[in-house]
């Protein structure tokens, strides 16, 4: 099996009810000032990092995600 790719992840829209993922992510910074809003998408992006477990899949997405310059 080769690594995925930035052209290899699911970057389409592929989450039920997006616009109810946003407003609940956007509540939960409801209250917090930049430090820690900032802390908590760190340890979200831990969260879910370690929920993929799969190096590969996050190095992809780290490359996907990265802005072009």
Avoid: W
């Amino acid at each position: 099996m080769t690594a995925p790719t930035p052209d290899t992840l699911t970057l389409e829209p592929n989450l039920k009810d997006p616009d109810g993922f946003y407003a609940e992510l956007l509540a939960a910074h409801e209250g917090l000032n930049r430090e820690e809003s900032e802390a908590l998408n760190a340890r979200l992006i831990l969260i879910l990092t370690n929920h993929i477990g799969d190096r590969d899949v996050v190095r992809a997405a780290l490359a996907a995600a990265k802005p072009a310059r």
